[in-house]
């Protein structure tokens, strides 16, 4: 896996909503796939995976330049998220040239292109090293004049786990001594108020002390 060219430093995991990051990356996935019909086919309730949020929209910027390059002649990207089984299945599909048996097989390998000079051989390389990092797969469709579909699988994000009852006891235990003290608070506070206009009244009725009078 090439780990080392997809990692970034500060990069740390959290729960990601797929519809709400999808329409983030919209624009900058609109901008690079400038001169061709986008389509966005997120399923609202498609569920929440745990990634690193850079690096995942590193990804979808790759397949939708890659997608871009693949039709030099216009075209359709689609970007969907569906879940699938246990996983959530973000796909970037295309209708472009296609990619014949040989080259699909290699297509993920590091440094491995058919762009020539143009090309680096990193774009798919990356995203199948971040898939992997967040404990996914990336799987390829494609065939020549037909386009190419690639499937970035992530695992969707487990709830957090029930408290066993040692912690639940000491929650709750918690939650009580909240209450009361709260309840112990209350009263006091309209008498506090009172007894402080109380006090302002009785320094208004005295006047200024001699120390305030004008000299």
Known sequence: ALHSVARK???????????????SCQRVIRHVALDLECTFDVDPTSGPVCVEPPQLEAALINLSANAR?????????TLSVRDVGDRVCFAVEDTGEGMPPEVLAHATEPFFTTKGERGTGLGLAMVAAFAERAGGSVRLESALG???????????????APLDDARLAVVQKLKRRVRRRGRRAAPRAPRLVARERARRR????????????PR
């Open 9 to 23: 430093a500060d990069a740390q995991q959290c729960v990601v909503v797929p519809p709400e990051f999808v329409a």
């Open 69 to 77: 390059d693949a039709m030099p002649s216009g075209g359709r990207l």
């Open 202 to 213: 009785s320094r208004a009725r005295r006047g200024p002390r001699r120390t305030d009078l």
């Open 146 to 160: 037909r386009g190419t579909r690639v499937e970035v699988l992530l695992p969707r994000a487990q709830p957090p």
